[in-house]
């Protein structure tokens, strides 16, 4: 029996699609949970929210080769859905617990009592981030990714250049601020 | 002209600056959030979901043993689906009655070209007051004028005509009150 050309085209496209995505999902999906873990601060959304991303992925497979930054794209990807269920759910993030903190960062070579201050901390100082305008608290949080750059950041925001680098200036003064005004009142 | 590391270093501006500078920390705190290790075997559970999920839409292909050679059966699937609507628009259009046109009635046209009421010839006349006198002046006999006295105006009273004001009138005048008079 004789096979169409067009089952045969279908099959190899579906194979060729399905290859192209697990080479994306293995290359990529450490980062973007990365980032969604960065906002959510909770493990099982962080990884709902890289799940979600690649099924828009796979949604939007025709575009796939149009796109130029396979990274970038994805992490904007992954950044949008992060930031539309952080606006839905407005539940508190799991880590700004202290004791989920001391848990979860690494602390080499540190005593109890040290690692216990140094989540207190870090609650404290998440505590500020979470005090910042969404702008800036956006770059912030992006800024501390190594592996982005400035161009990247703003590709991610849909901003440009300069207006990353004017709300991080802005982002780093209203930190200092927050520090020192609790500073001060302790 | 810059070399390759010049320019990696001024693409890499912002998280470069960051990542030397360790003053703020707020920063401190995002870098080692945002340096924490992905779960392991997260590629093995995202490429599962990802399979799992419903696909999109396709196109339905015909089955191969409905596929004639000549494609004669799409056209007749095409007819058929086209007598169907014609012939339903046909009974749809037989069955219905057209709605009946309203009747109109004719009125005669009005007698007056401007229509409303008419004022059947009356006329309004006005009450007005009598308008105060004024006296010629006279002269004196050293030529100067003198003035003359002007009648204060007498106010307008309405002619009673009725028995019953009457009566009161001259109830009041002769000193009785006006009900007894009316009695």
């Known amino acids: 029996m004789e096979i169409p050309n067009s ?13 192209t995505l697990a080479a994306l999902v293995s290359q990529y999906s450490g980062t973007l949970y990365r980032v969604a873990y960065s906002v959510l601060r909770n493990p099982s959304d962080a990884e709902d929210a890289v799940q979600e991303a690649f099924l828009r992925v796979l949604r939007h497979r025709d575009t796939l080769d149009e796109v130029r930054d396979q990274r970038v794209w994805l992490i904007r990807i992954v950044w949008n859905i992060v930031l539309d269920r952080k606006r839905r759910a407005k539940t508190r993030p799991e880590t700004d617990d202290v004791a989920e903190l001391a848990r979860v960062l690494p602390c080499g070579g540190l ?21 910042l305008p969404a702008k800036e608290r956006e770059v912030l949080h992006l800024s501390a990714f190594e592996e982005l750059t400035g161009v990247e950041i703003a590709q991610v925001l849909g901003i440009t250049e300069s207006s990353v680098r004017s709300r991080l200036f802005r982002a780093r003064n209203l930190m200092a601020d927050l520090l020192n ?6 | 002209m810059n ?4 320019n990696a270093s001024a693409h890499n501006s912002i998280s470069g600056v960051a990542a030397g500078d360790v003053s703020s920390p707020a920063e401190t705190t995002l870098r080692l959030i945002a340096k924490l290790p992905a779960p392991e075997g997260i590629e093995d559970r995202v490429m599962a979901g990802v399979k799992a999920a419903p696909r999109g839409a396709r196109v339905l292909h015909w089955p191969e043993v409905l596929q004639p050679a000549g494609g004669w059966m ?3 699937a095409a007819a058929a689906i086209v007598f169907v609507v014609a012939g339903g628009g046909w009974g749809i259009y037989t069955h219905v009655q057209p709605t009946q046109p309203a009747r109109v009635i004719a009125l005669p ?9 008419s004022s059947a010839g009356a006329m309004r006349t006005p ?16 030529g100067t004028a003198q003035p003359v006295e002007v009648k204060p105006v007498k106010k307008a009273t309405a002619p009673m005509k009725h028995g019953r004001l009457r009566a009161v009138a001259r109830g009041s005048a002769s000193g009785q009150p006006g009900v007894s008079a009316v009695k």
Do not use: M, W, Y
């Not at chain 1, 005004?181 to 302790?186: E, G, I, K, Q, T």
């Open chain 1, 7 to 19: 089952a045969v085209d279908e099959l190899a496209r579906t194979q060729a699609e399905e290859a």
């Open chain 1, 111 to 131: 005593s109890a009592e040290q690692i216990a201050s140094a989540a207190q901390h870090h609650a404290h100082v998440l505590s500020c981030v979470g005090k």
């Open chain 1, 181 to 186: 005004h609790s500073r001060s009142l302790r």
């Open chain 2, 3 to 6: 070399s390759p590391s010049q």
């Open chain 2, 74 to 76: 799409r056209g007749a």
């Open chain 2, 109 to 117: 046209p009005r007698a007056g070209g401007a229509g409303g009421f």
């Open chain 2, 127 to 142: 009450q007005t007051l009598n308008g105060p006198v004024v006296g010629q002046p006279t002269t004196a006999k050293d």
